[in-house]
């Protein structure tokens, strides 16, 4: 069992950045393939990135190409989504996941932190 525990949400203006981060226990982390997914109020669960251990290792969304960065740190178990260039539309809660066999759909991933909110303000 995997427990993913998020931070680093908050509220900045457009244009700004954050980065949130994702402490994972319970499991042997280095294992998972790892994915950011995003929920907008009154919206479905979005995929935003995903990193594994295949050739490319990262894969983005496309309305977050060239302005998230997702990597991860397998000695300290933490994934990380670095986020630049925020725009409104980026608002939402942010949750990371852990798959054994990656993608962009939620069924693929088996568990979830809490979220974390972030708010772009216009």
């Known amino acids: 069992q995997v427990q993913l525990v998020e931070s680093g949400g908050g509220l900045v203006q457009t244009g700004g950045s954050l980065r949130l981060s994702c402490a994972a226990s319970?499991?042997?982390?280095?294992?998972?393939?790892m994915g950011w997914f995003r929920q907008a109020p009154g919206k479905e669960r979005e995929f935003v990135a995903q990193?594994?251990?295949?050739?490319?290792?990262?894969y983005y969304t496309d309305s977050v190409k060239g302005r998230f960065t997702i990597s991860r740190d397998n000695a300290k178990n933490t994934v990380y989504l670095q986020m630049n260039t925020l725009k409104p539309e980026d608002t939402a809660v942010y949750y990371c996941?852990?798959?054994?066999?990656?993608?962009?759909?939620?069924?693929?991933?088996?568990?979830w932190g809490q979220g974390t909110q972030v708010t772009v303000s216009s």
């Open positions: 990193i594994s251990w295949v050739r490319p290792p990262t």
């Open positions: 319970g499991g042997t982390f280095s294992r998972y393939i």
């Open positions: 996941a852990a798959s054994s066999s990656g993608g962009s759909s939620v069924r693929e991933y088996a568990y």
